[in-house]
């Protein structure tokens, strides 16, 4: 008896199409692409309940052609190329005509378009895969696309559909990066039939201008433009071009979810490229941090594998060394070239002339004083625990001490170096190693004297919901109140007398914008607390209040940054203060 068959053709589609569609902001990604491959200037995405019930997708691209709109949904069909020898060359986002066929198959779909030399549109229903309807209409050059009901035909893949929130979440996302890359194209995001956009961008062509759009002004402020590199590659076997930006190292994070990297504007993963960002930075970021980057290349077609998942995400490239060294002397030149901290210290010449750490001590004259920039909790914890790190004490007087700009000490050490000491770094410092001492591992939870119900905006919304657990892991105490709004009891103790009503949500955000494992909330915690317990910058201070804060960091275990990564000091040499002015 036989037990090998042919599937049917139906149950092939569905398989396949799992392959390229696994959730609503899937559908998203792949009708995006074929918009922008189709010469859009404005796309507008609209979904209900997160894109359970529907997708929507309009755009004023060239259209499809009435000869060619049930092609395009046939297996393996596509305009961009015609043989496997044309992937050398590709131009285009799409390539494997997958993505339609595969989306119609496990949905209900209808398809209205107008070809640009075509005087009249075209419309077609579908559901599974087969055709409805189909009819001749008058509309505007361009498409839309609606998809509904994805996986009706599929139940299964129904239950492994997320919340509302999570899936609209992924969509954003998405929609983001494209926004990012494409900054001439107008994007518009519409959830459940609102008026107003969730997301809105400008479509002015300038990159800067995308990346403050999706994440607001305070993170473009801290972005530096990628310069090309001081020096040519060394094994110039390839041409690459490598453009974009990276934040100041004073932004840093715990995970990778704000590396962007892009090949060809091509949204990729790809671990050479996000090993190399880091690389780039060399010691300038804290262990276990990475920047905000949005890094894109342009390399041959040639040069590089797209075909490896029909996803696309996946890519490889045949000089995997070249394009790692690359993106390395691009990032480090950027630093190199930016006003990161004062230049205190004269570069040095010969080959590690660039190599400065954080408090201006060149690494090739003064090794005993380089120190660890580790910030990682776990390290913060073994600190406080007794564990002595070489390097790590400090020799700075008592007197005299002198405030400049009411923000930075004037200091002197026993071996007559003159330190700047950041006043609100240093205090971050001293009472993050404070919560630490007292509470380990710990977080108490204090009432609120009455319930606060705040007033939420939707991403607001969003935000307490997908992080219910997290934020009771953290301290708070939240309760939902109706579908759109929340009760909080209680909130940790560590902000205690530090916040204000007005200010809980503010706090919120700041701490889920990372929190990944347990020990790395319990850190986000305790440096934001840190942080609001802190003298500001700009706050003047009493002789004793100086005093204070110089005693208190000589005693930290790891008084060389602040919690976040940042350097609490800068120093210069006697010897450097006399070659200034000429006395040696």
Not at 5 to 33: C, H, M, W, Y
Not at 149 to 163: H, M, Q
Not at 237 to 258: E, F, M, N
Not at 367 to 381: G, H, R
Request: aromatic share 8%; hydrophobic share 40%.
């Amino acid at each position: 008896m036989r037990s090998i068959f042919v599937l049917e053709e139906q149950t092939i589609g569905k398989i396949a199409a799992g392959e390229v569609v696994d959730r609503p902001a899937s559908v998203v990604k792949e009708l995006i692409e074929n918009s922008i491959d189709a010469g859009s200037e404005h796309v507008v995405v609209e979904v209900g309940n997160g894109g359970r019930d529907y997708i929507k997708i309009t755009d004023d691209g060239y259209g499809i052609s009435e000869e060619d709109v049930e092609a395009a949904f046939e297996k393996h069909a596509t305009s961009k190329i015609k043989s496997i020898e044309d992937l050398a060359a590709l131009q285009t986002l799409g390539f494997r005509g997958e993505a339609l066929p595969s989306i119609a198959t496990v949905s209900r779909i209808e398809l209205s378009t107008r070809y640009k030399n075509e005087d009249f549109g075209t419309y077609m229903k579908m559901e599974g895969g087969v055709i409805k309807e189909r009819k001749r209409i008058t509309r505007a050059v361009g498409t839309t696309l609606k998809v509904k009901s994805l996986f009706y035909n599929l139940p299964a893949r129904i239950g492994i559909i997320k919340s509302q929130s999570t899936e609209l979440r992924h969509i954003m996302e998405r929609m983001i990066n494209y926004a990012v890359i494409y900054p001439a194209i107008k994007f518009e995001l519409f959830h459940d039939e609102k008026e107003k956009p969730i997301i809105s961008t400008l479509g002015t062509g300038k990159g800067l201008d995308a990346i403050v759009n999706a994440y607001g002004v305070g993170i473009a402020k801290e972005l530096i433009e990628l310069k090309e590199p001081d020096s040519p590659a060394s094994s110039p076997l390839i041409d690459i071009r490598v453009s974009g930006y990276i934040s100041k190292p004073a932004v840093a994070y715990g995970t990778k979810k704000h590396l962007f990297t892009y090949v060809n504007r091509r949204i990729v993963r790809s671990e050479v490229m996000d090993r190399a960002i880091r690389r780039g930075y060399g010691t300038l970021l804290a262990k276990y941090s990475y920047p905000f980057a949005v890094v894109s290349l342009f390399i041959k077609p040639n040069e590089i594998n797209v075909n490896i998942h029909p996803k696309k995400y996946e890519i490889s490239f045949y000089h995997q060394t070249e394009v790692f060294y690359a993106i390395v002397e691009s990032v480090s030149t950027t630093l190199r070239h930016a006003d990161l901290i004062p230049e205190i210290v004269e570069k040095e010449k010969g080959p590690r002339a660039e190599v400065v750490d954080l408090f201006g001590v060149p690494g090739v004259e003064k090794k005993e004083l380089l120190v660890s920039t580790q910030t990682s909790f776990q390290a913060d914890m073994a600190e406080i625990g007794g564990k002595k790190v070489v390097g790590s004490s400090l020799d700075i007087l008592a007197a005299p001490l002198y405030q400049v700009l009411d923000s930075y000490l004037i200091a002197q050490s026993e071996a007559d170096d003159v330190l700047m000491i950041d006043q609100h770094a240093a205090a971050e410092r001293i009472n993050f190693e404070r919560l630490i001492e007292k509470y380990g591992q710990r977080i108490d939870k204090q009432a609120l004297l009455k319930p606060y119900v705040p007033e939420l905006n939707p991403h607001q919304l969003y935000l307490l919901r997908e992080n219910e657990e997290a934020l009771g892991d953290m301290g708070f105490d939240i309760e939902r109140f109706g579908d759109d709004g929340y009760i909080i009891r209680a909130i940790p103790v560590v902000f205690y007398r530090l916040i204000e009503e007005e200010e809980i949500m503010g706090v919120i955000e700041e701490l889920v914008e990372e929190s990944g494992k347990k020990e790395d909330r319990i850190r986000i915690l305790f440096a934001t607390a840190a942080c609001r317990a802190s003298i500001k910058a700009g706050e003047k201070m009493s002789y004793e209040g100086m005093r204070e804060i110089v005693e208190r960091l000589t005693r930290a275990k790891i008084p060389y940054t602040c919690p976040h990564g940042r350097p609490t000091m800068i120093r210069m040499s006697k010897k450097e203060i006399e070659k200034r002015f000429k006395r040696r």
